[in-house]
Each structure stands twice: as structure tokens, then as C-alpha cells.
């Protein structure tokens, strides 16, 4: 079982900068692909960025592209998800997941496993 929580999800100004942090534990996360998703009210969940366990293939949406970066510290069993450029669109609750490592990106949310409970992240205009 791989537990997850995420912090650093607040109230911003458009144009601010968030460094959302996914801490895991249980498991070791070197072993795991994370993602980042975002859910909007009445909105389904989406895909916003994932990284491979290995640190090399990562891959984001397109209405973030440019503007949010995914890292991974597998020492310390955290995964970021630094955003900037933030827009009022942006706002979201952001939860992490992670799914076993494998050959290819998943994006989508029923290929992921394990959970956290998700930060708030909300942007002004």
C-alpha cells in the first residue's frame, strides 16, 4: 500500500506561482509513476502531469504545458508539481496518484492506483 498526501495547495493571484508536493509513504516511491490531476466543481477529474519512475519521460496536458513542471525526489519519496503562470482556470483541488511502473505514461485516472486526498488550489483574478 503506497499512502499519499499533498500540501502547498492556497489562494494565489493570477500570474503567482504554487509548488504543490505529494509526500508518500509506505512504499518507496522509485518504483511508482505519479500523476497529478485536478477536479473543477462540477467538473470531471483530468489529467494534468505525470512522471515515469525513472525520472525521464514526463508528460503534461495541454492547457499546462509550458507552465507547470512535475519532478520527483524518490530520496525523500516526494513528487512536486511546480505551476506557474497561474489562471483563474487553474483552479482546482490537485491530487496526486500513483500507479506500478511501467513502459508508457498512463494519463487517465482509472489507470492509477493509489490516491491522496487532494489540496485546494484556488486562483484569483
Known amino acids: 500500500q503506497v499512502q499519499l498526501v499533498e500540501s502547498g495547495g492556497e489562494l494565489v493571484q493570477a500570474g503567482g506561482s504554487l509548488r504543490l508536493s505529494c509526500a508518500a509513504s509506505g512504499r518507496t516511491l522509485s518504483n511508482y509513476d505519479m500523476g497529478w490531476f485536478r477536479q473543477a466543481p462540477g467538473k470531471e477529474r483530468e489529467f494534468v502531469a505525470a512522471?515515469?519512475?525513472?525520472?525521464?519521460?514526463?508528460s503534461y496536458s495541454n492547457s499546462v504545458k509550458g507552465r507547470f513542471t512535475i519532478s520527483r525526489d524518490n530520496a525523500k519519496n516526494t513528487v512536486y508539481l511546480q505551476m506557474n503562470s497561474l489562471k483563474p482556470e487553474d483552479t482546482a483541488v490537485y491530487s496526486c496518484a500513483a500507479r506500478a511502473a511501467s513502459v508508457m505514461i498512463r494519463t487517465s485516472p482509472s489507470q492509477y492506483n493509489y490516491w491522496g486526498q487532494g489540496t485546494q488550489v484556488t486562483v484569483s483574478s
Open positions: 512522471i515515469r519512475w525513472s525520472d525521464i519521460t514526463t
